[in-house]
């Protein structure tokens, strides 16, 4: 899915109708209606590489990096916010491209926003910062999701037992209130102290696992 090449032969948009059905059935857990509606959504990422990197020489690397996009898109719509598919997904394409380049331009140094990339439609110069859409609200919470994924994916992966414990009372992971030190240590009948530097010890291996993955 990550390597395209022709544009016309992929399958043509969902009608609102089917789209709205296969949102429902991911959010039932159907992986197929999800791998259906990054399917169907394909076109998007090639248009948007088409219209705005016509001129960039690696079309099939920025494609790939768009479509991780399309994938993050999907899986964190939220078709309650009132958004369209095809315009989150739009957004967080672009966005996903943004983030590659200011890597790029972390590790080489060779990229700026304000490089001329293409030429808009009466010749005047192009730059990242011109045509990449910036939505923060948009990044930012693409951004929380795929942290949150990530740190919920770290707990339940934690292997001392009452450090886990502990982590999900204190910070309600169970779906509960959080507690406070004093709660927890009633609950599990250990002193407050004891609580605070089993929880110190297991927040520093969180972040540290969480920054050294």
């Not at 672009?94 to 060779?110: C, P, V």
């Not at 509960?176 to 520093?204: C, F, M, N, W």
Request: with cysteine.
């Amino acid at each position: 899915m990550l390597h395209l090449e022709n544009s016309g032969s992929f399958p043509k948009p969902l009608s609102a109708k089917k789209e709205r059905e296969a949102l429902e059935k991911m959010k039932q857990g159907d992986t197929a209606a999800r791998d259906l509606l990054i399917e169907h959504n394909l076109r998007l990422v090639v248009h948007i590489i088409k219209k705005y990197y016509a001129n960039y020489s690696d079309q099939d690397d920025l494609i790939s990096i768009g479509t991780i996009g399309l994938i993050k898109a999907v899986n964190s719509f939220d078709a309650d916010k009132g958004t369209r598919l095809a315009t989150y997904a739009a957004r967080c394409v672009e966005n996903e491209i943004l983030m590659y380049f200011r890597g790029q331009k972390k590790s080489s140094q060779d990229i700026s926003m304000s490089e001329p990339i293409d030429m808009d439609s009466e010749g005047n110069p192009l730059t990242l910062s011109d045509i990449i859409y910036t939505d923060d609200n948009i990044a930012d919470d693409i951004d929380k999701r795929m942290k949150l994924q990530k740190l919920q994916k770290l707990i339940t992966e934690m292997k001392d037992p009452r450090e886990k414990e502990i982590i999900i009372k204190r910070y309600g992971l169970d779906g509960r209130l959080p507690l406070t030190q004093r709660e927890v240590a009633d609950r599990l009948g250990i002193s407050r102290s004891y609580v605070s530097r089993i929880e110190k010890k297991a927040l520093h291996d969180l972040r540290k696992a969480f920054d050294g993955e």
